[in-house]
């Protein structure tokens, strides 16, 4: 069993940066993929970034991509996601997710095993 709390939403002004943070529970964080999705009022969740076990690949959305980074923290069982250039379009709220693999990752919410509670992003134009 993995327990995943986020933290670091919040209001922004466009343009501005976010750092949101997802501490794990348990011991097998090193061979965990964790990502990042989020969901817009009346929207469907949707994928933003994710990492694989090691911290040597990770992948994003092209609606995030160079804007958004994610990186991990075995030591510390924590996953983050650093948001710049924030946009309006990046309101919702932002959920982690952790799969217990080191095997290949996919984007699909359903792939993932554990859920955060999420952190409401908003930004402000």
């Known amino acids: 069993q993995v327990q995943l709390v986020e933290s670091g939403g919040g209001l922004v002004q466009a343009g501005g940066s976010l750092r949101l943070s997802c501490a794990a529970s348990g011991r097998t964080f090193s061979s965990t993929a964790m990502g990042w999705f989020r969901q817009a009022p009346g929207k469907e969740r949707e994928f933003v970034a994710n990492i694989n076990y090691s911290g040597a690949s990770a992948y994003y959305a092209d609606s995030v991509k160079g804007r958004f980074t994610i990186s991990r923290d075995n030591a510390k069982n924590t996953v983050y996601l650093q948001m710049n250039s924030l946009k309006p379009e990046d309101t919702a709220v932002y959920y982690c997710?952790?799969?217990?693999?080191?095997?290949?990752?996919?984007?699909?919410?359903?792939?993932?095993?554990?859920w955060g509670q999420g952190t409401q992003v908003t930004v402000s134009s």
């Open positions: 997710a952790a799969k217990m693999t080191i095997a290949t990752m996919t984007a699909r919410p359903s792939w993932y095993d554990y």
